[in-house]
């Protein structure tokens, strides 16, 4: 098994030279795959899994209060909020991945 542990981490390697896709079909996509897509492209994960397939990979998508970085006065899962900064809000995937870093920084402090 590859050694990324960090989502953040995966979802930089997998947008270099790639094209961040929007919708739907992006996280299926090998040409132009939205931010959750290019993490299942760098750690060679088969692009017709799952978001469960992808939760399990990365438990921290698991998290379900967390307050996006477009509003603050709502919280929502994890997987839903980089979904918004991807297809609503048209975040570049390195703006997502320095986002979901503070917050698996501070998961690491609370595990501790």
Same mark, same amino acid.
């Given at each position: 098994? =590859?050694?990324?542990?960090?989502?953040?981490?995966?979802?930089?390697?997998?947008?270099?030279?790639?094209?961040?896709?929007?919708?739907?079909?992006?996280?299926?996509?090998?040409?132009?795959?939205?931010?959750?897509?290019?993490?299942?492209?760098?750690?060679?994960? =088969?692009? *017709?899994?799952?978001?469960? =397939?992808?939760?399990?990979?990365?438990?921290?998508?698991?998290? *379900? *209060?967390?307050?996006?970085?477009?509003?603050?006065?709502?919280?929502?899962?994890?997987?839903?909020?980089?979904?918004?900064?991807?297809?609503?809000?048209?975040?570049?995937?390195?703006?997502?991945? =320095?986002?979901?870093?503070?917050?698996?920084?501070?998961?690491?402090?609370?595990?501790?």
């Amino acid at each position: 098994m =590859d050694k990324i542990t960090q989502l953040s981490v995966a979802i930089r390697l997998g947008s270099i030279g790639a094209t961040q896709g929007i919708g739907m079909v992006s996280f299926h996509s090998e040409t132009s795959p939205c931010v959750l897509g290019m993490a299942k492209l760098s750690i060679m994960m =088969d692009p *017709k899994s799952s978001y469960y =397939d992808l939760e399990q990979r990365f438990p921290i998508l698991e998290l *379900k *209060k967390v307050k996006s970085p477009a509003y603050s006065s709502i919280s929502s899962s994890l997987l839903y909020t980089i979904w918004e900064l991807n297809d609503v809000y048209r975040w570049p995937p390195a703006d997502i991945a =320095d986002w979901l870093e503070r917050i698996e920084k501070e998961q690491e402090k609370q595990e501790k």
